[in-house]
C-alpha cells in the first residue's frame, strides 16, 4: 500500500524566503510523485511530477522538488517566497504509473507574511 | 471551454435527499476521475472512466454512491439518500490518456462543495 506524509499542517514564511514544504512517501515499487496547489474555491493544479529519470523535477511558478530514493522524501522547494504563493500544497503519490489510484496527502497550508 | 467545469459549485441536500453532481471534461479527454475531498483532508479517489468504461469503483464509499458517463463525455456522480458524513467537496479532473506519463497530466474542476443538513 501507498502513503504519503506531509509534514506540517501550516507552513509559514516571510516573503523573499525559502519556501521549504515536506513530504516523505511510502510505495512498494518505484513511485511516481505529485506536488498540486490548490487556491481556496478553485481546483488542485499540477504544479510538477517526478516520474522516471533525474532526480529534480522543476515546475511551473519557480518551485522545484528533489526525488530522494534513499530518504523516501519529495520535499518542495522555492528559493523566494511570493505573496501569490499562499495556498494549500498537495504532495502525492502512484505505484501504478498512472492517474486511477494516486494517493494525496492531508495538505500544507502556506502562509506569506509580508 | 478550455477547462473542467462540475456543477452546481454549491450544494445543499436535506439528510435522505438525493444529488446529482455533474462534471465537463476537457474536450476529447479520454480518462476522468472523480475524488472526495473532506474538510481539512486531502482528495480521496472515488472512481474513474477510460471513456465510457468505469474501470474502478473501489474508492466509493457505499452502495448509495454511483457514477456514469454514458457517452465517454460529461460525467454524473449521484449519491443517494445523503447522509451528513457525505457532506465533502466533490473533484472531477479528466486527463487526455490514462497514464501518468510526464507527457501527460491531470486537469482539475473546481468542485462541488455538497454540504448535507
Known amino acids: 500500500a501507498q502513503s504519503v506524509t506531509q509534514l506540517g499542517s501550516h507552513v509559514s514564511v516571510s516573503e523573499g524566503a525559502l519556501v521549504l514544504l515536506r513530504c516523505n512517501y511510502s510505495?512498494?515499487?518505484?513511485?511516481?510523485l505529485f506536488w498540486y496547489v490548490q487556491y481556496p474555491n478553485q481546483g488542485l493544479q499540477l504544479l510538477l511530477k517526478?516520474?522516471?529519470?533525474?532526480?529534480l523535477v522543476k515546475g511551473i511558478n519557480g518551485f522545484e522538488a528533489e526525488f530522494k530514493k534513499s530518504e523516501t522524501s519529495f520535499h518542495l522547494t522555492k528559493p523566494s517566497a511570493h505573496m501569490s504563493d499562499a495556498a494549500e500544497y498537495f504532495c502525492?503519490?502512484?505505484?501504478?504509473?498512472?492517474?486511477?489510484?494516486?494517493?494525496f496527502g492531508t495538505g500544507t497550508k502556506l502562509q506569506v507574511i509580508p | 471551454g478550455a477547462g473542467v467545469s462540475q456543477s452546481p459549485r454549491y450544494k445543499v441536500a436535506k439528510r435522505g435527499q438525493d444529488v446529482a453532481l455533474r462534471c465537463d471534461p476537457i474536450?476529447?479527454?479520454?480518462?476522468l476521475f472523480w475524488y472526495q475531498q473532506a474538510l481539512g483532508q486531502g482528495p480521496e479517489f472515488l472512481t474513474y472512466?477510460?471513456?465510457?468504461?468505469?474501470?474502478?469503483k473501489s474508492g466509493l464509499p457505499s452502495d448509495r454512491f454511483f457514477a456514469e458517463r454514458p457517452e465517454g463525455s460529461v460525467s454524473t456522480l449521484k449519491i443517494q439518500r445523503t447522509q451528513q458524513e457525505d457532506s465533502a467537496v466533490y473533484l472531477c479532473?479528466?486527463?487526455?490518456?490514462?497514464?501518468?506519463?510526464?507527457?501527460?497530466?491531470?486537469?482539475f474542476g473546481p468542485g462541488t462543495r455538497l454540504t448535507v443538513l
Open positions: 479532473a479528466s486527463s487526455l490518456r490514462l497514464s501518468g506519463a510526464s507527457t501527460d497530466t491531470q486537469y
Open positions: 510505495s512498494s515499487v518505484p513511485p511516481y
Open positions: 517526478y516520474t522516471t529519470g533525474a532526480t
Open positions: 502525492a503519490v502512484s505505484d501504478s504509473g498512472g492517474y486511477q489510484k494516486v494517493t
Open positions: 474536450s476529447g479527454h479520454v480518462s
Open positions: 472512466f477510460q471513456n465510457e468504461a468505469q474501470l474502478d
